[in-house]
């Protein structure tokens, strides 16, 4: 398996501890889930980074997001009634790189 520079957690618990396991030597895993007890490898750095979440911030982002200027990556859109498949994919089942969407119309 190809290992990486950076890591970003945005999940944290399992996936954080197997994604130490994924970073080259050098390499830098950066959680945004939680300060506690972040896993330790003596040839790579981990972080924890705070975003501070703001209704102003979020209406900046949404209004980037409907005018276009704001593109996320979707690598699967799956019907609301497959939520157990997205979740198998966020725990570690193989898929497209990208975000997973649940379409809920």
């Known amino acids: 398996m190809p290992r990486s520079n950076l890591i970003i957690d945005t999940v944290g618990g399992e996936t954080r501890e197997r ?5 080259k030597a050098g390499g ?25 979440v703001t209704s102003d911030g979020l ?22 009634e497959e939520i157990r498949t997205a979740h198998q994919m966020l725990a570690g089942a193989p898929h497209k ?7 809920m119309a």
């Open 19 to 23: 994604s130490i396991a994924l970073l």
């Open 28 to 52: 830098i895993l950066v959680t945004v889930v939680s300060t506690g007890s972040l896993p330790n490898r003596a040839d790579v750095r981990t972080v924890f980074f705070y975003a501070e």
């Open 59 to 80: 209406e900046t982002i949404s209004t980037l997001f409907d005018q276009g200027k704001l593109l996320p990556h979707v690598g699967h859109v799956l019907p609301l």
């Open 97 to 103: 790189p990208g975000k997973i969407v649940l379409d």
